[in-house]
């Protein structure tokens, strides 16, 4: 069996109850490391999937990745990008930046473009680990409807 849309239907009561389980987890956690802004979350998600783009991460294992290690210049991301892209007005992606910025997760780089830190990335690792527990809970579902 592929892993494929149709798997996914046929499977779909077996790996559904996993994913949403994991995922409350995932969001209950990613709500308590953002004190619950999960807009804040989001507005660093988004310039986190421009500072690890695809591409550009594909050999980097987890130490690397919480050791700040980065191969080259992220794409660039500015406020107003963000703001287009995730749908939350631009007057309060620049009070989420500002709060970012407080904490030291972000930076501003030549023209205003924004980067994730290395900070962040140490003082979120609980959210990380808690990523990586929903991906392996989902993956492993997957499989289990894969072997069936």
Same mark, same amino acid.
Request: aromatic content about 8%; overall charge neutral; glycine content about 6%.
């Given at each position: 069996m592929n892993l494929d849309?149709?798997?996914?239907? !046929?499977s779909f009561g077996r790996i559904w109850p996993v994913h949403n389980d994991a995922?409350?987890? *995932?969001?209950?956690?990613?709500?308590?490391q953002?004190?619950?802004?999960?807009?804040?979350?989001?507005?660093? !998600?988004v310039i986190g999937s421009r500072t690890l783009s695809r591409g550009h991460t594909d050999s980097m294992c987890y130490d690397r990745f919480m050791d700040g290690e980065r191969a080259d210049e992220p794409p660039?991301?500015?406020?107003?990008?963000?703001?287009d892209y995730s749908g939350i007005p631009r007057?309060?992606?620049?009070?989420? *930046?500002?709060? *970012?910025?407080?904490l030291g997760w972000i930076t501003?780089?030549?023209k205003g473009?924004? !980067?994730a830190t290395a900070r962040a990335a140490k003082d979120l690792e609980p959210a990380t680990r808690a990523t990586m527990r929903y991906l392996l809970a989902v993956i492993g579902a997957w499989r289990g409807a894969l072997s069936e």
């Amino acid at each position: 069996m592929n892993l494929d849309e149709d798997t996914l239907r !046929a499977s779909f009561g077996r790996i559904w109850p996993v994913h949403n389980d994991a995922f409350c987890e *995932l969001l209950v956690t990613l709500r308590r490391q953002f004190d619950g802004d999960l807009d804040r979350m989001l507005v660093l !998600a988004v310039i986190g999937s421009r500072t690890l783009s695809r591409g550009h991460t594909d050999s980097m294992c987890y130490d690397r990745f919480m050791d700040g290690e980065r191969a080259d210049e992220p794409p660039s991301i500015n406020l107003q990008s963000i703001a287009d892209y995730s749908g939350i007005p631009r007057e309060t992606v620049r009070r989420k *930046l500002q709060d *970012l910025e407080r904490l030291g997760w972000i930076t501003r780089q030549d023209k205003g473009y924004l !980067a994730a830190t290395a900070r962040a990335a140490k003082d979120l690792e609980p959210a990380t680990r808690a990523t990586m527990r929903y991906l392996l809970a989902v993956i492993g579902a997957w499989r289990g409807a894969l072997s069936e």
